[in-house]
């Protein structure tokens, strides 16, 4: 009911009460009442309008300062066209779906003299005097649910549970515990709540505990901490701003390098971040049309580390194929370390730095195995950026043709890691692949199987030829 359109609710309740439903009405009828009210309104869309009273149903757990405050675009104002009406219903109705805490939102619209009468809300000049009724099927308010995770180089078990609606607000509390072949433990406790009700800015607390094994660094990372986000949703527009604290230890493997073992121990980060989204894409995990622009930002208090990112993606579709590309880069404020004398001088903490390579950004290469390397290592760099071109194709003889969920794919991935900021010597030491393969475009994520072929490799880069693997929701 959420998709009903205004000729929709319009030409329902204008058959309400009537003996015949709606499979009784042949399609010429309702076509020419379709007609009927697209013309009555274009007639009427610059009628003064007038709201009596806005009446809600249901939400009984909802607090009343919450509604009324949903309700403002509606009640702000005593006079309004026709138009301005129906825009402001459409906001109310996106602001109250967008807190997830009612499976269903429908607002109609009622003549004060006589509700049905679509003749009383259209058929005169003057002002045109209109009752909303707005109507709340409240979700579940706890939910727990247990399931599996594939994705990301590792697989998960995990268990959720969500407590929605706390105070009548759209706060909600959530639980999550997962255990997994990389993520020994993962635990995070988060309050969400709008902030002075708005459907805008919302803020959350969270705390969490997890430890992952490493296996590209060779050894055990452990975090606990806190932090405190700040959220503004501009629909295509998107903030975030987040103040964290965490304690961090790397637990060294016994093979683990003079780098890696260099770095273990206990460190307290202090950090402070905003990220900025701009997305218009149709669909996130093959885009069609549209576009996506990342900023992020991110100074290290404790470390006086700056780490900058950006990040593009966007698609078109024509008859034959549908064509995706992005790309990423990203600058830390100082060179990560070298060696001197045997010594190992590291600069930036191993979990600030940045690591490049993967089923999920540049294809034909290990996990995170671009860049710079201490042995067996994988320890990170200070610059990087990389460059993906797909192109997805129908599988012959397969129905549906593009709108097919299983399509041929090919790519062309190219990208570069360095431990140094020197722009010049990076886009002068790319690592490029190509490949094809198979993808199955799910609603909830994405699933590839190519055969890669790196074209160019540095001496440090850890090459995956042949079959990858790859799962997700985000892709180069």
């Not at 705390?207 to 806190?226: E, K, M, N, Y």
């Not at 192109?391 to 097919?404: C, I, R, S």
């Not at 079959?467 to 985000?474: A, P, R, W």
Request: hydrophobic share 35%; aromatic share 8%; net charge positive.
């Amino acid at each position: 009911m959420e998709d009903e359109d205004v000729f929709q609710r319009l030409s329902r309740h204008h058959n309400e009460g009537a003996a015949a439903s709606k499979e009784e009405i042949d399609a010429s009828a309702l076509e020419a009442q379709r007609s009927l009210l697209l013309s009555l309104l274009e007639q009427n869309n610059t009628r003064e309008t007038k709201i009596l009273s806005v009446v809600t149903e249901g939400g009984r757990a909802s607090r009343d300062s919450f509604v009324r405050a949903q309700l403002k675009p509606l009640l702000e104002t005593d006079t309004m066209t026709f138009t301005d009406l129906l825009k402001r219903v459409d906001t109310v109705n996106r602001d109250l779906q967008s807190f997830g805490c009612y499976n269903n939102v429908q607002i109609t619209l009622h003549g004060v003299d006589d509700q049905y009468s679509l003749g009383n809300m259209f058929g005169g000049g003057n002002a045109l005097t209109v009752q909303p009724v707005l109507k709340l099927a409240e979700a579940k308010r706890f939910t727990a649910k247990t399931g599996t995770d594939v994705g990301n180089g590792e697989g998960s078990g995990y268990i959720n549970c969500q407590f929605r609606h706390m105070f009548g607000g759209a706060e909600t509390l959530n639980f999550d515990a997962s255990m997994g072949t990389r993520t020994k433990s993962n635990y995070m406790l988060a309050l969400t709540s709008p902030i002075n009700n708005s459907a805008r800015w919302k803020g959350e607390a969270m705390a969490f505990a997890t430890s992952r094994d490493i296996p590209w660094c060779s050894h055990l990372q452990s975090v606990q901490g806190g932090a405190l986000k700040l959220r503004y949703l501009g629909f295509p527009h998107t903030l975030d701003l987040s103040v964290e604290t965490l304690v961090r230890t790397i637990s060294a493997y016994s093979e683990a390098s003079r780098t890696v073992k260099f770095a273990a121990g206990d460190d307290m980060k202090r950090a402070m971040s905003a990220t900025y989204t701009y997305d218009s894409r149709d669909i996130h995990v093959m885009p069609t049309k549209g576009y996506m622009v990342k900023l992020t930002g991110e100074y290290v208090l404790s470390s006086n580390l700056l780490r900058l990112q950006s990040e593009y993606s966007s698609g078109v579709r024509s008859k034959y194929a549908i064509f995706n590309w992005g790309m990423k880069c990203g600058l830390l404020s100082r060179d990560v370390g070298s060696y001197t004398h045997g010594a190992v001088q590291s600069n930036v903490h191993l979990m600030d730095r940045f690591y490049l390579g993967g089923a999920n950004d540049v294809r034909g290469f290990a996990l995170n195995g671009l860049g710079p390397r201490d042995q067996n290592d994988s320890i990170g760099g200070s610059l990087y950026n990389c460059l993906g071109i797909s192109v997805f194709t129908q599988v012959p003889g397969l129905k549906y043709g593009l709108d097919n969920p299983l399509k041929w794919h090919h790519f062309v991935n190219c990208g570069g890691l360095l431990g140094q900021r020197d722009v010049k010597t990076l886009l002068h030491n790319q690592s490029v692949s190509v490949g094809t393969g198979l993808v199955y475009n799910h609603p909830a994520a994405r699933f590839e199987l190519n055969i890669c072929a790196p074209l160019v490799a540095r001496s440090t880069d850890k090459m995956r030829k042949g079959l990858q693997f790859g799962v997700g929701v985000s892709f180069l």
